[in-house]
């Protein structure tokens, strides 16, 4: 077989199989895990309601509408600017201390050493961006940003949403 079969032959199997690919090259693994985790959906502005879309260098900068609900108001970090100034093992610790809702801290304490370093990998490649999210606000506490409400509201009738309208 010539160079060029063989590299053509490469390519093929690369594009056939992605999973080798993620296997191999942590940056594509990380990639992937945020996509099927969805860590875009509320660390990336813009994503959910767009249906993702939000340019790849624009993501995971955080959020600076919050979410209010008796823990006070969270906002969904800036994960570029978080493993700006961490080692992969912070990143790990970091990861499974856990924290306000409604970030899914049960999904990252079930990742295991190398998922968390995929993703670890990934926000490092695409390097430090935009601005930290604002800090917690605690439980009563004047909220001095825009919020999303996370704390479940009654059924409406016919009437009391017409009266909204
Ligand atoms: C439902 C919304 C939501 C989703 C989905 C989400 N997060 Fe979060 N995340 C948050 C919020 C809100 C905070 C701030 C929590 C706090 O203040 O304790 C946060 C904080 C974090 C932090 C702490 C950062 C720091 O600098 O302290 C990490 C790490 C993190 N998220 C990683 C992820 C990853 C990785 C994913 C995808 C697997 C993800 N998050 C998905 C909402 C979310």
Redesign the pocket.
């Known amino acids: 077989m010539n160079q060029f079969a063989t590299a053509i032959l490469a390519a093929a199997a690369c594009a056939a199989t992605p999973a080798l690919a993620e296997a191999t090259d942590p940056v594509a693994r990380g990639r992937y895990l945020?996509e099927v985790?969805?860590?875009n959906?509320?660390?990336t502005a813009g994503f959910a309601e767009s249906g993702g879309a939000v340019p790849e260098a624009q993501r995971l900068t955080g959020m600076t509408v919050g979410?209010s609900g008796p823990w006070g108001v969270?906002?969904?970090?800036n994960?570029r600017l978080?493993v700006a100034g961490m080692s992969e093992g912070e990143w790990r610790v970091?990861?499974r201390a856990g924290?306000?809702p409604?970030?899914?801290w049960p999904?990252?304490k079930a990742m295991t050493d190398p998922d968390l370093n995929a993703?670890y990998a990934y926000l490092r490649a695409l390097g430090p961006a935009g601005v930290a999210a604002p800090q917690?606000v605690a439980p009563g506490a004047p909220i001095p940003t825009a919020h999303f409400v996370f704390v479940p509201q009654p059924p409406t009738t016919v009437a009391s949403a017409a009266a909204t309208r």
């Open positions: 945020v985790a969805d860590c959906g509320c660390h979410f969270s906002y969904p970090a994960l978080s970091r990861a924290g306000l409604p970030m899914p999904a990252l993703i917690a």
